[in-house]
């Protein structure tokens, strides 16, 4: 069983910045493959971004160049930086680790962008 746990979440202003954490338990953590997922109210969960466990990222369109997810093997930790947010990218965001067939989802941070 891998603990998966989100931080980082708050209110933040059109334009604003926030760094989302989210922490996976396990001697393995990089051989994890990471992401970060998010729901808003009344929408189906959608990817936001995506490492692998070899580094390679992919990005949703709607955050490409705003958005970059990184990880920290030494941490066991991986990063979503925000930036340039908008109230569309309002939701609760979900932490994901897969590894092999098994799947672990965090619990949910919340992400307000308003004014």
């Known amino acids: 069983q891998v603990q998966v746990v989100e931080s980082g979440g708050g209110s933040v202003q059109p334009g604003g910045s926030l760094r989302l954490s989210c922490a996976a338990s396990?001697?393995?953590?990089?051989?994890?493959?990471m992401g970060w997922y998010r729901q808003a109210p009344g929408r189906q969960r959608e990817l936001v971004a995506h490492?692998?466990?070899?580094?390679?990222?992919t990005y949703a369109g709607s955050v490409k160049g705003r958005f970059t997810i990184s990880r920290d093997n030494a941490k066991n930790t991986v990063y979503l930086q925000m930036n340039n947010l908008t109230p569309e990218d309002t939701a609760v965001y979900y932490c994901?680790?897969?590894?092999?067939?098994?799947?672990?989802w965090g619990r949910g941070t919340q992400v307000t962008v308003s004014s």
């Open positions: 396990g001697s393995i953590f990089s051989s994890y493959a």
């Open positions: 994901r680790c897969t590894w092999g067939s098994n799947v672990y």
């Open positions: 490492i692998s466990s070899g580094g390679s990222t």
